[in-house]
């Protein structure tokens, strides 16, 4: 079965310092695997995706996360954080199942960017 | 381009009552989806339409809660009668195809006293 593991509840960093959100997954085959974000009062917003190819990804606001394989992660970073990154990530993984695909979401860290 | 808009926003019932939350995707998305998120924990996967069929719905807890998708356009999900678990943020999304991104609506929260 599909699982999705976020293991820190909340990650705090320094404005300017670089930041790594963890998300480990477990899938059947090939993941398709998403970061989003949610800011206060809002729905979630995609900011990245790996399918294939490149194990470093980018994508929206500086963001970037790396596919390891052999460790099962995709880790969220950014080389220099901004307070304005505080907000509710969720790591997601798709797999293709019985039901067809779905995507199944992780517990959600609060980054939290101190000025 | 609209984007996901879900009603209500947030809901107070009490225990026993009928709710039922609607969801309008984005034009053309074929796909929709229903998630619901309790107390801080994961956004857990409800079920998943792809136009006006239940493609998927492993994730629906019991059979107090139904979800249509009459015509393929707006969904509604309708929760009858309500129990204390229920509360949380039910979220609904939506997608051109069922690998892609997901686009997501404000939430509707659920409050159940």
């Known amino acids: 079965a599909q699982s999705v593991a976020q293991p820190e509840d909340q990650v705090n960093v320094a404005e300017g310092n670089p930041l790594t959100v963890k998300c480990t997954y477990s899938?059947?085959?090939?993941?398709?695997l998403f970061w989003y974000v949610q800011y206060p009062n809002r729905g979630l917003q995609f900011l990245l995706k790996y399918i294939t190819g490149d194990n470093l990804v980018k994508g929206s606001y500086g963001f970037e996360a790396e596919f390891n394989k052999s460790q099962t992660s995709f880790h969220l970073k950014k080389p220099s954080a901004l307070v304005s990154d505080s907000a509710l990530y969720f790591c997601a993984v798709s797999d293709f199942g019985t039901g067809g695909f779905k995507t199944i979401f992780g517990a959600g860290t609060r980054l939290f960017v101190k000025a | 381009e609209a984007g996901v808009t879900q009603f209500p926003s947030h809901s107070v019932i009490e225990k026993g009552q009928t709710v039922t939350l609607r969801c309008d995707p984005i034009s053309g998305h074929d796909n929709l989806y229903w998630y619901r998120r309790v107390m801080g924990k994961e956004i857990k996967f409800l079920l998943h339409f792809v136009k006006e069929s239940k493609q998927d719905e492993s994730g629906m807890p019991n059979n107090r809660f139904l979800a249509e998708r009459t015509g393929g356009t707006y969904s509604t999900l309708k929760v009858q009668p309500a129990e204390l678990e229920d509360s949380g943020v039910y979220f609904c999304?939506?997608?051109?195809?069922?690998?892609?991104?997901?686009?997501f609506g404000e939430g509707s929260r659920l409050t159940v006293l």
């Open positions: 899938v059947s085959g090939n993941p398709y």
């Open positions: 999304a939506s997608s051109q195809v069922s690998t892609g991104e997901l686009f």
